[in-house]
């Protein structure tokens, strides 16, 4: 009796462990958001950023522009996943006297607002990065349009300090182009 005793408890934790943990792919995942202080700096970072450099006839302009996900993501590349909470574009021209240069680096992000920190991976394509391309930068807000990013990568170090680039809607372009249009026109006729 004992035997038949300890068997049937057996089966009842085995059944109800794989009850609990699920079975086949419609396991049930809770979908994720974003913590609290995760959403304060994403909040704070969403949008273009940019810095313009002129060293003797020598013009240079970083953009970082930031493109929050309504959520973490996990993307899966390379035989790993990782959670990330957007991305980051970031464009350096630099204007020579007779040549400009342009580079762009795209990278998938997360951040991490105990050390103050943006951590991600190259982006490669749509829903895949690239573990070699690891770039971290620390970050520090002076205020709601002043920002600093150093870049903390290995062999680098470079801090940039950056002013919220204020973009225009479209109907503000149109309408102050059409004033424009009528204070020219007025001129023509004086």
């Not at 005793?5 to 974003?34: D, N, P, Q, R, V």
């Not at 302009?61 to 790993?80: A, C, H, N, W, Y």
């Not at 680039?165 to 503000?172: A, G």
């Amino acid at each position: 009796m004992n035997i038949q005793k300890y068997t049937y408890i057996i089966l009842m934790l085995f059944t109800s462990a794989i009850i609990l943990t699920g079975c086949g792919e419609e396991t049930y995942i809770e979908e994720k958001s974003f913590l609290k202080k995760e959403k304060e700096v994403l909040e704070k970072l969403n949008g273009s950023w940019s810095r313009k450099v002129s060293i003797d006839e020598i013009e240079s302009l970083d953009t970082f522009r930031f493109e929050i996900f309504d959520k973490p993501t996990v993307l899966k590349s390379q035989g790993m996943q990782a959670e990330f909470h957007g991305k980051m574009i970031w464009t350096n021209t630099t204007v020579y006297l007779d040549e400009t240069e342009a580079e762009e680096s795209s990278i998938y992000f997360y951040v991490e607002p105990k050390y103050e920190r943006i951590c991600g991976y190259g982006w490669v394509s749509s829903g895949k990065y690239d573990t070699k391309d690891a770039q971290v930068f620390d970050y520090v807000f002076f205020n709601e349009d002043s920002l600093k990013l150093t870049e903390n990568t290995i062999g680098h170090s470079n801090s940039k300090e950056l002013k919220r680039v204020i973009e225009e809607d479209e109907d503000e372009k149109t309408e102050d182009s059409e004033e424009g249009e009528d204070v020219s026109a007025e001129e023509e006729l004086l």
